[in-house]
Each structure stands twice: as structure tokens, then as C-alpha cells.
């Protein structure tokens, strides 16, 4: 049996930014447009007359002050509001792809690693950019990477699932080290014609190298012990999909071809659900709160962070135990807690435990406690 550790993280930031300003400036130009278009059928009352949205009210419920997308033209038009993709020919990399090789060399160049040193790579994400060949091949591909590569989605627990995947494969010596990466285009598939969630997303793409802890030529993580759980749920869904056209309603522009949540509900159901996974992790490896030095959560929404992480250290968390990076990224899905470890783990000292933990939709869990080595 071996050790497993991760040696190195990337992070792929798009370039463009919209600020909450924008983004409100923008919806409620699309809201003015829809009202006076359907102003008879509100008169008659068959339709709903939409609300306008406020930068009040974006970081109210959320925290969200911006986020990087990969095209904030089309979404900042009020006739279009989705991104503005071109179109890729099948002999070029694929959108998906190019993100995480992005993230994949600064992984590996973090680690002080290279393609050839890596084994396998997982693409863990919420949505993929297609069904197959897999986005993983491709990536494997553009690496020139010897060895396999698999996609999974567990929506927005897809990285730390995809940890525990790689993290099993290392500990029972099938093989040396694995990319794990997390290319997250969720500017797609957000429905920003939605007052309720039309600020929640952003565009990103994580990797984390993990490797056996003897081949570390630098400062690690170990890690100690993963866990994950699902238990169905609905209240986060998005029912696109390829039988789409078998349907008899197979409408392109259905409400539910997009993200979509009962957002009390999963509040009141999952922040339960997470705090006790976490402390049921912890207590079976004899971690106590005092113990953690830091807490890397999924990066969804800045009031479930912070009841968690009084549910876990049993106070409010200092600012630096519990960083949050959603102000400026908002919801990356799987990427998030990535991108709060990646940015936010150099600091700890020899012997320092940290936990990293994503949740979502399924529902799904999933926890990685670390500890820093060098």
C-alpha cells in the first residue's frame, strides 16, 4: 500500500470579469424588453410580469461580488443572455479541453512534474462539454499522457470524488499518479433570464496532481482519508440531455434545459447532510475541531459556508480557517474548493490538517482531510 499525496494544483482563470453592476444592468434591460413584449398576456394575468434584480439582492443571498467568464458579450445582451461560443472544428481542441490543459501544466509544473510522470486523468465536472470520445482522452491526448482517462460527473462534488478515485488507484499501487481535472463552462448552462440565479455562476477550470507521497519533490498534502456520499435528491437538476429530441415537448429552450434548484429546500436539506459528513469523517479518524487548520469548502453560496463551518469547528471560523474565493469566482461547481485549496494551503506548517469538502447536487458529499507534509 502506498501513500497518496497531492503535489500540485493549477487553476485556469478566464479573462473577461462581470461585476455585479453589469450583470444587473444587463438583466434588468432583458426584464423591460420581456415586459413590454408580453404586456397584454401580464395584463391578463396568463403571465407573470418579471422583477428586476439589484446588486443589494445578488450579494444578499449570495456574497458574489463578480465572476470570470469564458464570453460575457452574449450574456450582457439583453436579446441573447447565454454566452457567445464559436464554433470548433473537430480537428481542433475542444473548449473544455483547452481550459484544463491550461490548469493541468501549472499542476505539474507546481509539482515539479511532467506529462510523462502521470499515469491516468480523470475530468470530473458538472457538465460535459460532450458525450463522447471522452473530454479525459482528449486532455490525455494533448498532454501526451501514457496510460487511460475517464470522465465522471457528480455535478458539483465531481472534484473530490475524482480525488478519491485518483487517491485509491495511488494507495493500492495501480498506479503511480494521477491528473485530476475540473473544467467548469457553467456560464453555459445557467439560465441568466432568471432573477433567482442569474448571478450564481462562473467559468474556471482546477487540476490536483496526485501522486505516491515517495515521489514528492516538494512540499505535499498526504492524503489521510476520503469519503463520499450521495442520497438522491431533484431539488438541483438540469434535465438537458440527448433524448431531448424523442420527446414529444422536445423544446431547445425549456426552462428545465437549464440549472435549476428549489433553493429552500436544498438549503434546509444539505447543510445537514454536509456538517454531518464532515464530522462523522472526522470523528472516525479521531480529528478533532481544534485539530483542522483550515477548511476548504465548496464555493456555493457564503451563508452555507459559513454554517458549516460553525457546524464543524463549533464557532465562527476565523477568516483564515475557512477561506472563501466565490466573492470574486461566484459558484465554479466542482472547481471551487480547488480553487480556494490551490490558493489558499502554502501557508501551513509541517504536521497542519485541512479539510477539503464539495456537495451538491444528487445529492452528493465528498471530503478529503490532508495533511501538510514539508
Known amino acids: 500500500m502506498h501513500t497518496p499525496a497531492i503535489t500540485g494544483t493549477g487553476v485556469f482563470t478566464p479573462g473577461q470579469v462581470i461585476s455585479n453592476a453589469e450583470l444587473v444592468t444587463a438583466f434588468n434591460a432583458y426584464v423591460d424588453l420581456f415586459n413590454v413584449d408580453n404586456a397584454t398576456a401580464i395584463a391578463a394575468g396568463k403571465v407573470m410580469a418579471k422583477e428586476y434584480s439589484s446588486e443589494e439582492f445578488i450579494f444578499k443571498a449570495s456574497g458574489i461580488n463578480q465572476r470570470y467568464v469564458i464570453d460575457k458579450t452574449g450574456i450582457l445582451d439583453p436579446k441573447v443572455m447565454h454566452p457567445l461560443l464559436r464554433q470548433r472544428s473537430d480537428d481542433e481542441p475542444s473548449?473544455?479541453?483547452?481550459?484544463?490543459?491550461?490548469?493541468?501544466?501549472?499542476?505539474?509544473?507546481?509539482?515539479?512534474?511532467?506529462?510523462?510522470?502521470?499515469?491516468?486523468?480523470?475530468?470530473?465536472c458538472s457538465n460535459l462539454e460532450r458525450a463522447y470520445p471522452a473530454v479525459a482522452i482528449e486532455i490525455q491526448n494533448l498532454l501526451q499522457i501514457n496510460g487511460f482517462a475517464f470522465d465522471m460527473n457528480v455535478a458539483c462534488s465531481s472534484a473530490t470524488f475524482g480525488i478519491q478515485a485518483a487517491a485509491d488507484m495511488v494507495r493500492s499501487g495501480s498506479i503511480r499518479s494521477a491528473l485530476v481535472v475540473n473544467p467548469e463552462i457553467c456560464s453555459a448552462h445557467l439560465e441568466w433570464r432568471d432573477r433567482d440565479c442569474h448571478f450564481i455562476f462562473g467559468d474556471v477550470a482546477t487540476a490536483t496532481l496526485i501522486e505516491?507521497?515517495?515521489d514528492a519533490t516538494g512540499p505535499y498534502f498526504e492524503i489521510k482519508s476520503t469519503r463520499?456520499?450521495?442520497?438522491?435528491s431533484n431539488n438541483i437538476r438540469n434535465n438537458n440531455g440527448y433524448l431531448r429530441r424523442s420527446r414529444p415537448d422536445g423544446v431547445v429552450d425549456r426552462r428545465d434545459m437549464q440549472f435549476m434548484q428549489n433553493g429552500r429546500k436544498v438549503f434546509k436539506e444539505v447543510l445537514p447532510l454536509v456538517a454531518d459528513h464532515i464530522a462523522g469523517h472526522m470523528e472516525d479518524n479521531d480529528v478533532k475541531a481544534d485539530d483542522l487548520k483550515r477548511l476548504w469548502l465548496h464555493q456555493a453560496n457564503k451563508s452555507m459556508n459559513d454554517f458549516i463551518g460553525r457546524k464543524v469547528l463549533g464557532r465562527t471560523p476565523e477568516p483564515d480557517e475557512q477561506p472563501n474565493i466565490l466573492q470574486d469566482y461566484a459558484n465554479t461547481s466542482s472547481a471551487g474548493s480547488i480553487i480556494a485549496f490551490s490558493k489558499y494551503s502554502s501557508d501551513l506548517q509541517d504536521g497542519d490538517l485541512g479539510l477539503i469538502?464539495?456537495?451538491?447536487?444528487?445529492?452528493?458529499?465528498?471530503?478529503?482531510?490532508v495533511r501538510r507534509r514539508g
Open 95 to 124: 473548449l473544455m479541453a483547452e481550459m484544463a490543459l491550461d490548469a493541468a501544466q501549472k499542476a505539474l509544473a507546481q509539482a515539479g512534474k511532467t506529462a510523462a510522470d502521470v499515469d491516468a486523468v480523470i475530468c470530473a
Open 212 to 214: 505516491r507521497s515517495e
Open 228 to 232: 463520499c456520499a450521495t442520497t438522491f
Open 357 to 369: 469538502c464539495s456537495f451538491g447536487a444528487g445529492y452528493s458529499v465528498g471530503s478529503v482531510l
